[in-house]
């Protein structure tokens, strides 16, 4: 069984009531209640738990890390950072969500500014599925739409997907590639843009799917780990050395 962490500022839910009362137990709570009802081993960690609930016990027994910020990507240690990043280069599977697109570690892995344009007006946003035959997108119709939805659009600067599975239409007329599949070193790195906190979005069966079936095919695959470095031939070798 994989086991999932799902992390969140835990910030939002503490300040505004309107995102107290969507989310009750938290947007991690709320994530982790459907991964569980899937099947999944879900354990949550949020910002102010020390080391950021992200313990090396606690990563490298995390099989998918789920991620969610927005008001604190500040505050979130370089040294933690460091460690999730050299778990997903090792093959831990890596979900960013939403605002996650300004994280310390999602900025790392991409190596740009991630940077977008965005509007809170509460619009309509369609997202069109645009790889109907791959995983995440599996049980999904033509399109999820959500009645209010915050606009990101384009140019959004991250380095070329490996795979776009959604592009997002918003009724403002922007568009956005709002999920994006990424390999980083053995790691697999899925970005899905909806789940602004002032809005019940983590409460739709579509949305729950993808990110479900997301966890499920970002799960580190069964085999041995690469070996680097300095490596002994496999065959006899007939060259002289240093020629």
């Not at 909806?194 to 095919?217: F, L, M, S």
Request: glycine share 10%; proline share 5%; hydrophobic share 40%.
């Amino acid at each position: 069984m994989a086991r999932i962490t799902v992390w969140n500022e835990n910030r939002h839910e503490k300040i505004n009531p309107l995102v107290g009362q969507i989310y009750p137990q938290g947007i991690h709570g709320a994530i982790a209640q459907f991964l569980t009802e899937a099947g999944f081993e879900t354990g949550t960690a949020t910002l102010d738990e020390a080391e950021h609930g992200l313990t090396d016990e606690v990563l490298h027994s995390t099989d998918v890390l789920v991620w969610w910020g927005h008001l604190a990507h500040g505050e979130v240690s370089d040294e933690i950072v460091r460690k999730v990043q050299q778990r997903v280069l090792d093959g831990m599977g890596l979900i960013v969500l939403h605002s996650g697109h300004f994280s310390k570690i999602f900025k790392l892995l991409m190596g740009t500014s991630c940077d977008l344009k965005w509007r809170e007006a509460g619009e309509k946003e369609r997202l069109w599925v645009i790889a109907p035959s791959h995983p995440i997108a599996e049980g999904i119709g033509e399109y999820i739409q959500l009645e209010e939805e915050e606009m990101y659009g384009e140019h959004f600067d991250i380095p070329a997907p490996d795979e776009v599975i959604f592009t997002s239409w918003f009724e403002g007329g922007e568009v956005f590639r709002s999920g994006c599949t990424f390999i980083r070193g053995n790691g697999k790195v899925f970005y899905f843009r909806p789940g602004h906190e002032t809005y019940p979005t983590y409460h739709n069966a579509d949305i729950q799917r993808v990110i479900t079936n997301a966890v499920k095919w970002a799960q580190p695959v069964g085999r041995q780990r690469p070996v680097y470095g300095n490596a002994q031939p496999l065959e006899r070798l007939t060259a002289k050395a240093g020629v």
